[in-house]
């Protein structure tokens, strides 16, 4: 197959195994038999091919096509039968370098290299879905003069050697956000005294697979990738004298005296940007893959990585599993654990080892520390405990089933159902409990259990079972099973109940509550919610509580009042306009009469949980904070790191996060909506305004009448950023298990 006159980027057999197709660099697509005799060429198209796969019945080829950023960029689908193109789809912003069919052929795939997949029609290319990344692709890496924070920054300028403007700074001894970064930040040094590195410039083409280091002008040592079409992106001098270089293939560690080379990372991790530390003891690495790589120089391994979304919820994680995370940062990464070629792998978020792995105590210490084995040390000896170290692979949970139904999907059920589960065991992880979870949420109904001893090779089974009344509805059904380190969760099952002439209609409890300055808000967001409740609800009837009504006893009465009220089909929607703070012990608690929280009695976040945990049925809980212990203005403080009173601030920022993060999980399986830092005392709420819009009309994306949850939860965000300035984010997440549902029907 001699025909390519550049690099293959991709291969496909058709269907039968009788036809090979090739697309590469030099922008062909090219169809081979068996023998590896030509068939047939497209004529030249627009741009590199990078992707392409056949459909099912072979005929029609689907291929996607781009060159980094450089039009033109996009997908199309050719007729096997006459080579013509049959479908054309863009909108990608870069490179899809991936496509696939689905199995029925209706629908073609398309991902590109900043995270977003495009789900579209075959026949026509109209988009169908998009699904984004939650990050941005990294492109350049920078310290803090002090060695306690990193910088990045998403945009590139072309150089190899800084990799672009820093833009962020992310401390990681608070585990917290800082100022913007300024030009004492440490970047990539390309020369050192005497010694250079660089590109081998000449009248020809830049060869960007080797580097070469002069001494005094004369050649001293070349680098150059082990792998033979690699292309580097970076390159920063070290002391020894050493270099480090980040290219399409990875991270190398290169000795510039005797020429040894290490590869310090997975293969296929593209590096665009990076950085030594002050000290030199490590560097940071701006990856494509859109995190951040903290790697020692002493050991060449990894020793934490940072993913931040768009949004600033964010984990940062060491490989062997510890981590620490924002309010829904858990979700956004987890473990990929490979079961065969035959089989679809295991992926388990970080969520499923908070009891064991979630330590931000540890991720603290890890650049003082320079490994984890020493950052738990130090940790341990502070704290006089003794940490037994782990390792993700170690705690996995078993695999759980549900045994019946035997079906993943009833439709017709009747409102009664049986459930039985089984969990498999491992010696050293036994299952200590089981529950039934309902549309993300725990079912609280009558439970047998029973633990029951397999003869299996290794380990045993526990099994569970409970009998459910289910409401009209289409409804999500899993089991969880706990052990203590980890947890697992069956393949949701669902179930249809149809409406039956003797069911009740499902009500919406709305309840509002907050101080005298804030009645406003509360009246505006409780009448909009009841106002616009969809249809199927009967009239819905709010309650507000405010001033010196809003005390915690009333609150827990009405919480009460919810709880023997509500059922397994009805809405409750719960708003919080007040202070949050921590108490003398140093226990989150939300105030809300008024009142200073040093003088008032707040309702405490743990009697909150314990009230919200009974109340059937869906459950939405939007808090409008002020904060008691507001953060200073890290816009103009710069050392953010060590300052007192950002580490006061830190620890209601970790006992809040600590507080809804809980509320996500399948233990409470709570819909949170949270904003920060709302306007002063008395001063329009941004968050009401932009909730009681979104619901009023406004967040109908699709004008079809109907305002659903996941068109809410994209404008409110949007809505309060534009209203405050940028000054305020609203944080809006869903327990897993919970799909999108009406929130609102606009009359």
């Not at 293939?249 to 590096?271: P, Q």
């Not at 703070?581 to 707040?602: F, I, N």
Request: hydrophobic share 35%; glycine share 10%; aromatic share 6%.
């Amino acid at each position: 197959m001699r025909e390519s006159q550049g690099n293959i980027n991709t291969v496909g057999w058709r269907p039968d195994g009788k036809v090979i197709a090739t697309g590469g660099t030099d922008k062909a697509i090219r169809l081979y038999d068996t023998s590896g005799k030509l068939i047939y060429q497209w004529p030249k198209l627009g741009n590199e091919v990078m992707s392409l796969k056949f459909s099912a019945d072979s005929k029609r080829l689907l291929y996607t096509y781009g060159s980094n950023l450089q039009p033109p960029i996009g997908a199309d689908i050719l007729d096997m039968t006459t080579g013509k193109q049959l479908v054309h789809h863009d909108g990608h912003k870069d490179s899809p370098i991936s496509c696939a069919f689905t199995p029925d052929g209706k629908q073609a795939i398309s991902a590109d290299s900043i995270g977003c997949i495009h789900v579209w029609d075959a026949a026509t290319g109209n988009m169908i879905r998009k699904l984004e990344g939650r990050g941005q692709t990294m492109r350049a890496a920078g310290w803090s003069p002090d060695g306690h924070a990193i910088a990045w920054g998403t945009s590139s300028n072309g150089s190899t050697d800084r990799g672009g403007p820093l833009e962020r700074t992310f401390c990681l001894r608070n585990l917290d956000f800082g100022p913007p970064p300024d030009n004492t930040f440490v970047r990539a040094t390309p020369k050192q005294g005497d010694l250079s590195m660089g590109f081998r410039i000449g009248t020809g083409a830049v060869d960007l697979h080797k580097i070469i280091f002069l001494k005094n002008g004369e050649l001293a040592a070349e680098f150059a990738s082990p792998q033979p079409h690699d292309v580097i992106h970076c390159y920063t001098l070290l002391p020894g004298p050493r270099a480090v270089l980040g290219t399409n293939d990875g991270l190398y560690l290169f000795d510039i005296k005797n020429g040894k080379i290490e590869h310090m990372s997975e293969r296929g991790e593209t590096v665009l940007g990076m950085a030594p530390s002050p000290d030199n003891r490590y560097v940071v690495t701006a990856n494509i893959d859109q995190v951040m790589r903290v790697w020692s120089l002493e050991t060449a391994k990894l020793v934490v990585a940072l993913f931040v979304a768009a949004d600033d919820e964010w984990i940062a994680w060491t490989p062997e599993g510890y981590y620490a995370a924002s309010f829904a940062g858990e979700r956004l990464m987890g473990w990929h654990i490979n079961i065969g070629p035959e089989s679809m792998s295991d992926f388990f978020p970080a969520s499923r080892f908070h009891k064991s792995l979630y330590r931000p105590d540890v991720i603290q210490r890890l650049l003082e520390g320079g490994s984890l084995a020493r950052a738990i040390e130090i940790v341990d000896r502070e704290q006089a405990r003794k940490t037994h170290v782990t390792h993700v692979k170690d705690v996995l949970p078993g695999e759980v089933r549900i045994t019946e139904p035997a079906r993943s999907q009833l439709e017709d059920a009747d409102g009664k159902l049986m459930i039985r589960a089984r969990a498999d065991t491992k010696p050293d992880q036994p299952v200590t409990s089981m529950r039934v979870i309902i549309n993300g949420r725990p079912y609280a109904g009558r439970v047998q259990e029973s633990g029951v001893r397999s003869q299996k090779e290794q380990g045993g089974a526990q099994e569970h079972s409970t009998e459910l009344w289910l409401p009209p509805g289409r409804h999500s059904i899993a089991v969880k099973a706990e052990t203590e380190s980890s947890f697992g969760l069956s393949d949701p099952i669902e179930v249809t109940r149809p409406a039956g002439a003797s069911d009740q209609q499902p009500k919406l409890h709305v309840l509002a509550v907050g101080s005298a300055s804030d009645a406003a808000a509360l009246a505006a967001v409780a009448k909009s919610l009841a106002s616009t409740a969809p249809k199927d609800f009967a009239e819905p009837k709010p309650t507000i509580l405010q001033g010196n009504d809003a005390t915690p006893e009333a609150i827990v009465g009405e919480l009460e009042q919810i709880r023997k009220e509500s059922t397994l089909a009805d809405t409750t929607f719960i708003y919080i306009a007040g202070t949050d703070s921590l108490d003398g012990a140093g226990q989150y608690q939300l105030s809300t009469t008024g009142s200073a929280p040093e003088t008032s009695a707040g309702l405490s976040g743990a009697d909150l949980k314990r009230l919200l945990a009974p109340i059937q049925g869906r459950l939405l809980l939007a808090t409008d904070l002020r904060r008691s212990q507001q953060r200073s203005d890290r816009e103009g403080v710069r050392s953010f790191c060590g300052d007192t009173n950002m580490q006061d601030a830190s620890r209601l920022d970790t006992a809040a996060d600590d507080f809804f993060r809980e509320l996500l999980t399948e233990d409470y399986g709570v819909i949170v909506l949270r904003t920060d830092q709302r306007s002063a005392a008395g001063g329009k709420s941004m968050f009401s305004q932009a909730l009681t819009e979104a619901v009023g009309g406004k967040a109908d994306e699709d004008g079809d009448g109907v305002v659903q949850f996941s068109e809410l939860s994209r404008y409110v965000p949007k809505r309060v950023r534009e209203l405050s300035g940028g000054k305020q984010n609203t944080a809006i997440e869903r327990p897993q298990g919970v799909g999108s549902f009406p929130i609102a029907q606009p009359k």
